[in-house]
């Protein structure tokens, strides 16, 4: 294929701006897919993702078109998810690319995360088109969301497209602009093979499958080729594209996007950002590979059954392949005995990676109470990672605790702007700047991290009635008062809930969780004391009351001293059950801990 006919694309946008809707709109009008098979999210490939109504994944697909000046062109069409936690995986879609839609919402205007993807954008030197979606919608402000474009981001009136992905309206005029904005990549399919891994998923069939874009050189079944950074070579068995059902080819050259398989099934044999290579004529220079993503949040991951934990690791490990920015190691928990420490850039990366786990790969599985990471600053001056509570270390070691700061930026409505400052100095956030960006406000604070990630989102949206959204980014570690709380059940801690707080949120923290665990921990034929500890102090308790049985139910009449004997009984055996009896925490509990 001819490499000024091919164009590589994103499409690029805040969370519910319409990525899915308008990537289903261009398969539909380029014929891809059959009106009858069609059905909505159709790149969306998880029952996951169309049940949440979000992209999780990027998926790539190919796209053939005729243009007004008669020319076949190819289109290599990527989706990218918009919500922030998943920000890695447009990352590593657009550098296959050379250019990005950038999509609006004609009702939300430019939001945080439409400028957060369009700096994005610019990093990888892309050719960026403006397109605003939902002009079908009655009364909308086209002109407010054309100027919001041109003042905010600077965009040229002209280049500005207006479609309506819903309905299909402007689709063919948007094809034109693509032919004529985006460029075509540039390569040599005589030089050589030089080609980015950029996503991979496993196959029960295939093995890995490989999703490359070249750069230089091409891509034949039978070659031999070596991934330059991890140094292993292969024969490739099958070479083909997504359009959007894989479809064998007979190869790929430079400029296009495929997928190759190579009778590979070791995840630790390959690796995403890799540079493809050919054994026989290797190029000189790798390819810059991806930045490695430091994970924002901490927990444990078990399975309930101890003899799961096998399946457990040939799950994460495939589950990585797909997913770099998602990190473990193994741990043991005098709780639930053999598990992983898993790291994530999100609480909803989180929920999303524990319900791949469980339906993907039929495991049941436990997380831990969820963590950020710490740093130690010991008095003999060395510095540790603290990623699980339970290795902190003895307080006469430590000089001071550092936690993790974000650079928030919120956009919000004027009207609002009070009460999402208030929200963010309960959050101990700590004001920057703010700066009017047409009719909102764009707010910076410094907030630390573990006050982000539970419900901060939800209280803006909340707050501004959904007209609020927020961006972040890590900033730097500063000291703060650290702590960590311990529940005890009957004496003995629980590992499981371990958590490290500020010293001014242990009594509110402690409280809601030995509250909630109250609720939620079964009677036993035993009294049940759960605590809540913090620098050797008890900040909060309750306790379960005993079930209880009535032995002398069937006493009638007679002599009390019958009945006496049969409660001293009854007791001397509660004394001998509490000291043996072991209290079963249910999963309900586990799950509860991770809301508050």
Known sequence: MNQSNIRNFSIIAHID???????DRLLLFAGAIDERKFRNQMLDDMDLERERGITIKASAVRLQYKAKDGKDYIFNLIDTPGHVDFSYEVEKSL??????LLLIDVTQGVESQTIANYYLAIDNNLEILPVINKIDIANVDIDEAKRQFTEILKFKQED???VSAKEGLNID?????IVSFIPGPEGDSTSPLKALIFDMKYDIYKGIIIYVRLFDGMLKPDMKIRFMNVGKEFAIQEVGIFAPEAQQVKGLS???????TCNLHDPKEVRVGDTVTGVENPTAHALEGYRQLKPFVFCGVYPVNAGDYAALREAID?????????VYEHETSQSFGYGFRCGFLGLLHMEIVQERLEREYDLNLILTTPNVGYKIVKRDGSVMDLENPSDLPNGSEINHIEEPILAVSIFTPVTYMDQVMELAKRKRGIYQKSEFIGDRMKILFDIPLSEVIVDFNDLIKSATRGYGSIDYEFKEYSSAQITRLDILINDD???AFSCMVHKDRAYEKGLALVSKLKDLIPQQLFEVRIQATCDGRIVSSARVKPAGKNVTAKCYGGDITRKRKLWE??????KKLKQIGRVEVPQEAFLAALKI
Do not use: M, N, W
């Open 17 to 23: 701006h319409g990525k899915s809707t308008l990537a």
């Open 95 to 100: 550098r296959a690319c050379e250019g990005a």
């Open 160 to 162: 500005i497209q207006l």
């Open 173 to 177: 005029t948007l094809f034109e602009k």
């Open 254 to 260: 430079a400029g296009e996007v495929g997928y190759i």
């Open 318 to 326: 495939k589950l990585r392949l797909s997913d770099p920015s998602f």
């Open 493 to 495: 801690p629980c590992d």
């Open 569 to 574: 009984k009854q007791k001397e055996g509660k």
